[in-house]
């Protein structure tokens, strides 16, 4: 989950603030790993609450991963107005319905693997 933090993070925020924002999503990461032992000694003072609070933290990262958009096959954000117009469409009933009716990803019917060499 780690690397998925670093491939997603740096395809949701714009170039001109990107940098900047990798380093707090790092910071974020390290505070994590910092946090995890005294997490794990939890269960000492409580038996098995440190399977609780790793559950919940994972079911919560889940859910909040669901409000993220989907990037595949759109172009990056340059700019924090490209961000903000991008919000505002997502944002929209229709918008919303659209992403809802839409079907998932088929990997063996798509073209992303098809070679031009012919």
Avoid at 48 to 64: C, E, K, S, Y
Avoid at 87 to 95: I, R
Wanted: net charge negative; charged share 20%; aromatic share 6%.
């Amino acid at each position: 989950s780690f690397a998925v933090v670093y491939i997603h993070s740096g395809e949701l925020f714009p170039t001109t603030i990107r940098n900047s924002a990798m380093g707090l999503v790092s910071v974020a990461a390290r505070f994590g790993g910092i946090c995890a032992p005294f997490i794990v000694l939890l269960g000492d003072t409580i038996p098995n609450a440190q399977f609780t609070v790793f559950g919940v933290l994972a079911v919560t990262a889940g859910i909040a991963n669901l409000k993220l958009p989907e990037t595949l096959g759109k172009s990056l954000p340059e700019t924090i107005d490209d961000m903000l117009v991008l919000k505002k469409t997502l944002d929209t009933p229709s918008a919303m319905r659209r992403h809802a009716s839409k079907k998932p990803f088929d990997p063996e019917n798509s073209n992303l693997l098809d070679s031009d060499e012919d």
